[in-house]
């Protein structure tokens, strides 16, 4: 909501300016873009203290997690040791969609596990796997799965989900993707 009441004002601002351009109104037209100029950087400026999301939320199987309307559950996690000092996780997904028309994707997603060290721990390629980054109908669902590599001193990890690209829910106040912070954030232990 605040970032539409954003837009309108610019638009309002940038209308108000062409017409006092017209008019000749030069003094006018500069305190009305000062007064936008302000309102800008007091959201930019809001946009990056304000808390972002709840991190460290406990994870349950089954439960859903929710980006909009693209939506997902960790149905399970293996956790098996694997070769040179490392652990192998492997979640299985279930995403689906509760958008009322069109099809939705995790394209873009940086999904990652990371640990209380924050370090960062990327898929591996798997073949067999459905692509996490596939379309979604309405009211359909898909079931895939990643499989990650840990080091084995890890005490705690944390499954991440956010975007590697700027869109319009980046300008969202909360929403992270400016300061590169996950939207979703589950402990996983």
């Not at 960062?120 to 499989?147: C, N, Y």
Request: glycine share 8%; with cysteine; charged share 20%.
């Amino acid at each position: 909501m605040s970032l539409l009441l954003l837009v309108i004002a610019s638009i309002f601002a940038l209308v108000m300016t062409a017409i006092l351009v017209v008019m000749g109104q030069r003094r006018r037209t500069g305190r009305v873009l000062v007064r936008w100029g302000i309102g800008a950087a007091a959201y930019a400026g809001i946009l990056v203290v304000v808390p972002i999301r709840p991190h460290d939320a406990a994870f349950k199987t089954g439960a859903p997690f929710y980006d909009d309307d693209m939506c997902g559950s960790i149905e399970s996690i293996t956790k098996t040791p694997a070769s040179s000092g490392k652990v192998t996780y492997r979640l299985r997904f279930r995403l689906f969609s509760e958008a009322n028309r069109g099809p939705r994707s995790t394209k873009g997603a940086a999904i990652y596990l990371s640990d209380e060290r924050n370090r960062r721990f990327f898929p591996l390629q798997d073949a067999s796997a459905i692509p996490f980054d596939v379309s979604i109908q309405p009211g359909r669902s898909a079931k895939t799965s990643l499989t990650f590599n840990v080091p084995s001193d890890t005490r705690s990890v944390f499954f991440n989900a956010g975007v590697n690209r700027l869109q319009y829910a980046s300008f969202v106040i909360g929403n992270g993707d400016l300061l590169h912070k996950p939207r979703i954030r589950l402990r996983i232990e």
